[in-house]
């Protein structure tokens, strides 16, 4: 069968709404409810093309600007987008673009090989990327220091973002060992 | 584990902000965000919320659900003004002062501005997506997006993969909702243990969900094909909008003056 040109946007879209589901669905771990959005975005970056990710994560921001309540906390609109958490959304966006794209360009050069390196390597920018936009409009928009907004935004979520991390490379690995997920074509 | 059935901001009620185009209301809100960030004394934020409270009351949306937006923010809000007004030893004027912690005058004024200056940001913006559904801002994005299509940027792709996603979150949550309970039924548990094991025990939820995930849009990829589908330049809608004279009238005036608020106070 031949590619399918549609199968890439579609494939994105869907993710998109794995993604926007995952905001609807709490589960209730301990006293703060958790939701799978990282975690989403996390496997998307090591499974999809890093266009296809970027596209979801993008389209995620759109659907929740566009007023679905799909951001953390049922929060919605533009005002999110625009409010002092905002740059952890945007962050998201870059990370998945910047996470994919060193994932196979690490991938590229050694194979199955270097496959769990890149995997570590694409979480860990895709977290950092996240933390420094988020970071930026956090100290922007509030007004306050950069070791303020670390203190209160990044600090106490740091823990839970790498297990959701770690827990991604292991879904990763079982939907790789299914023939799924983004293969880097080989060497001609 | 829920899935609210009713989904959405958008308050159904006739308006003359909600017959406007989403096109002028995402103009207006782009405007607004430009201006909100330009003002920087409380004369112009007290101009801001003046424009705030007009057009919400032309909206008719109930000022409770306007403010709801304000809820999930009440903690960072907080925590914002704490960290502007108490200082260690305050150098300036200080209001109150407990052993080494003071308040601080200057910091404590400075507080409430970004406060109030994120409040009327989330409440105008807001306004937008309360009084325009889904489908009008998916439309109104494509328009907008188009003259994009000449630095070959996909608009009608990108409206396309907006419709598959609004129309598939209900049925992913109700699919995630549905995996969570079957691996209960396996045994599963969500609640025991650190966190390191309750974040594992999401592996036999994620595997699944992606593998259906994928399965789907090959399915949803052929289907369209199969029909025909190929976007792009050409496709017609059964709905068009436009602006009309009085889209450009409340866009220019409404942009003029939040300009001019800005630049002035």
């Known amino acids: ?188 | 584990m829920r899935v609210p059935v009713a989904f959405g901001q958008y308050v159904p009620v006739s308006s003359p902000v909600h017959t406007l185009d989403a096109k002028t209301k995402m103009g207006l809100v782009a405007v607004f965000t430009v201006g909100v960030f330009l003002v920087d004394g409380f004369w112009g934020l007290l101009a801001i919320a003046g424009c705030v409270g007009v057009a919400l009351a032309f909206s008719m949306v109930p000022v409770r659900i306007a403010l709801r937006g304000i809820r999930a923010l009440t903690l960072l809000l907080s925590f914002t003004l704490v960290a502007h007004a108490v200082r260690w030893n305050p150098a300036t004027v200080t209001l109150v002062r407990i052993g080494p912690l003071g308040i601080d005058g200057q910091g404590l004024v400075d507080g409430i501005f970004f406060v109030v200056r994120v409040i009327l940001l989330v409440v105008g913006t807001s306004l937008l997506t309360l009084t325009t559904t889904p489908v009008q801002l998916t439309d109104g994005l494509e328009r907008v997006m188009r003259p994009l299509e000449a630095l070959r940027f996909p608009a009608g792709e990108v409206a396309m993969m907006l419709t598959i996603a609004l129309r598939f979150i209900p049925t992913t949550a109700q699919e995630a909702e549905k995996i969570i309970v079957a691996q209960t039924a396996r045994g599963a548990r969500f609640d025991e243990g650190g966190l390191i094991r309750r974040t594992r025990a999401f592996v036999p939820v994620m595997v699944p969900l992606f593998v259906n995930l994928f399965r789907r849009a090959e399915d949803l990829a052929l289907a369209m094909e199969s029909r025909c589908y190929r976007g792009g330049p050409g496709r017609t809608r059964l709905n068009p909008s436009h602006m009309t004279v009085r889209d450009w009238l409340v866009l220019l005036c409404a942009s003029a003056v939040l300009i001019v608020v800005g630049l002035l106070l």
């Open chain 1, 1 to 188: 069968m031949t590619r399918s040109r549609l199968l890439p946007f579609v494939r994105a879209a869907l993710v998109a709404a794995l993604i926007a589901a995952s905001a609807l669905v709490t589960v209730p771990i301990g006293p703060v409810p958790v939701t799978l959005q990282v975690l989403v975005i996390a496997v998307a970056v090591l499974v999809l093309s890093p266009a296809e990710a970027a596209a979801a994560v993008g389209l995620y921001l759109l659907i929740g600007a566009v007023g679905m309540p799909v951001f953390s906390g049922g929060g919605a609109g533009a005002g999110v987008l625009a409010g002092p958490t905002g740059g952890f959304l945007f962050g998201f966006f870059a990370g998945a673009l910047a996470g994919a794209a060193i994932r196979r360009a690490i991938e590229a050069t050694g194979g199955q090989r270097r496959g769990l390196l890149a995997d570590i390597v694409a979480l860990v920018v895709l977290v950092l990327v996240t933390y420094v936009a988020g970071l930026a409009q956090f100290a922007a928009v509030s007004g306050r220091s950069i070791a303020d907004a670390f203190a209160v935004a990044v600090a106490p979520f740091v823990v839970i973002d790498l297990a959701k991390a770690a827990v991604a490379m292991l879904v990763a690995r079982a939907l790789r060992k299914a023939g799924l997920g983004d293969r880097v074509p080989p060497p001609a």
